[in-house]
T-cell receptor, first 113, second 111 residues
Framework: DAGVTQSPTHLIKTRGQHVTLRCSPISGHKSVSWYQQVLGQGPQFIFQYYEKEERGRGNFPDRFSARQFPNYSSELNVNALLLGDSALYLC????????????FGPGTRLTVT | QKEVEQNSGPLSVPEGAIASLNCTYSDRGSQSFFWYRQYSGKSPELIMF??SNGDKEDGRFTAQLNKASQYVSLLIRDSQPSDSATYLCAVNKRSNYQLIWGAGTKLIIKP
């Protein structure tokens, strides 16, 4: 079975631009979570979606938004990019959301110049 | 105080020995506890998860949970050089389902 897939793998953007990151969960999984990870730190929670509804939101500005589609894939959007948004963006899927284990995709490396 | 704390290491262990990794957490209501392994430049890989007090074994890995003392540990038996990585502890936050992560412990297995 295919694992979690993310696209693109790498991305270079300029300050002020907008970016859309995509994620497809493991087949049969209904929940997707997004995380940001900077070098030397653990991932920071951004959003969790379950059955197309937002289940949780971390401490990120409104420039960050996400949605989940009927096929359970998800998009993370970031507006007005800042240099500090440069990070590895991770998508994780889970069978039911909530307290269940999460499986990560390979991530999207975003560089803002 | 951080919500999830780990010793950053590096923790150096001889090949074939037992590696012991520890994690403490602050939210007494946390219900799910996870250990992930992360190689440099890669995404986290789930190693173990544990929900109940006590030990849970899977191959060379054993997770131990003590909710009264608010700590969770990971033991790796017969350590191999391929086990060299950063090990991340994650805990479910009771209030909004999010995973709270430690900064990770860098483990080095010396041949």
């Amino acid at each position: 079975d295919a694992g979690v897939t993310q696209s693109p793998t790498h991305l270079i953007k300029t300050r002020g631009q907008h970016v859309t990151l995509r994620c497809s969960p493991i087949s049969g999984h209904k929940s997707v979570s997004w995380y940001q990870q900077v070098l030397g730190q653990g991932p920071q929670f951004i959003f969790q979606y379950y059955e197309k509804e937002e289940r949780g939101r971390g401490n990120f500005p409104d420039r960050f938004s996400a949605r989940q589609f009927p096929n359970y894939s998800s998009e993370l959007n970031v507006n007005a990019l800042l240099l500090g948004d440069s990070a590895l963006y991770l998508c994780a899927s889970s069978p039911e959301g909530g307290y269940y284990e999460q499986y990560f995709g390979p991530g999207t490396r975003l560089t803002v110049t | 105080q951080k919500e999830v704390e780990q010793n950053s290491g590096p923790l150096s262990v001889p090949e074939g020995a037992i590696a012991s990794l520890n994690c403490t957490y602050s939210d007494r209501g946390s219900q799910s506890f996870f250990w992930y392994r992360q190689y440099s430049g890669k995404s986290p890989e789930l190693i173990m998860f544990i929900y109940s007090n006590g030990d849970k074994e899977d191959g060379r890995f054993t997770a131990q949970l003590n909710k009264a003392s608010q700590y969770v540990s990971l033991l790796i038996r017969d350590s191999q050089p391929s086990d060299s990585a950063t090990y991340l502890c994650a805990v479910n936050k009771r209030s909004n389902y999010q995973l709270i992560w430690g900064a990770g412990t860098k483990l080095i297995i010396k041949p």
